[in-house]
């Protein structure tokens, strides 16, 4: 089994959608978690972390169920700048384990 | 503010040449750093990381090294290139002294080997 797992993808939807992401990770020890978005040929960068109350910035939430081993990411009112890849990444000591990421395509 | 900064951007090299990559990390002191590569259409791959000047972790065996001589300097080698070596190699950082710190990525190094 992969330390992390995400949907396969890849998701395309139309603006305006509502799209969910699902991650499951593996490591019950793992300590924080984040989710990145990276656009082709690009850099991953920091979309936000996922803390276990959940939280919200912006169009974006994430919630994190600990005893499932679950994350997931939610995308209201998607916008054609949203399509991307987004990983899933979880840490454990110095480790930071990426998921293999779902590709959204928001379409016009 | 911190800054990441990776070079060179692009990179072609003949198989069984050598490699030499650099990172270094401005605006802020002891942090995490991470070699990452991602092959093409796949995911990232933790390479080595280091917590310390000189302390290196490698996470899988493979034709590459790592050094760190100074506390913000990271440097990814290898004496002999192969095809397989191809790739997006990723530079990061973290602060080590901040619980729930994310990683943050330089611009990356896009290596290709024929």
């Known amino acids: 089994r992969k330390e992390v797992e995400q949907d396969p993808g890849p998701f395309n939807v139309p603006e305006g959608a509502t799209v969910a992401f699902n991650c499951t990770y593996s490591n019950s020890a793992s300590q924080s978690f984040f989710w990145y978005r990276q656009d082709c040929r690009k850099e991953p960068k920091l979309l936000m972390s996922?803390?276990?109350s959940g939280n919200e910035d912006g169009r974006f939430t994430a919630q994190l169920n600990r005893a499932s081993q679950y994350i997931s990411l939610l995308i209201r009112d998607s916008k054609l700048s949203d399509s991307a890849t987004y990983l899933c990444v979880v840490n454990y000591g110095q480790n930071f384990v990426f998921g293999p990421g779902t590709r959204l395509s928001v379409l016009p | 503010s911190q800054t990441i900064h990776q070079w060179p951007a692009t990179l072609v090299q003949p198989v069984g040449s050598p490699l030499s990559l650099e990172c270094t990390v401005e605006?802020?002191?002891?942090?995490?750093l991470y070699w990452y590569r991602q092959a093409a259409g796949r995911g990232l791959q933790l390479l080595f990381y280091s917590v310390g000047i000189g302390q290196i972790s490698s996470e899988v065996p493979q034709n590459l090294s790592a050094s760190r001589p100074q506390d913000r300097q990271f440097i990814l080698s290898s004496k002999k290139l192969l095809l397989s070596d191809s790739g997006f190699y990723l530079c990061?950082?973290?602060?080590?002294?901040?619980?729930?710190?994310?990683?943050?990525f330089g611009n990356g190094t896009r290596l290709t080997v024929t």
């Open positions: 990061a950082w973290k602060n080590r002294g901040t619980y729930n710190s994310p990683l943050h």
């Open positions: 996922v803390y276990s």
């Open positions: 605006g802020t002191s002891n942090p995490n």
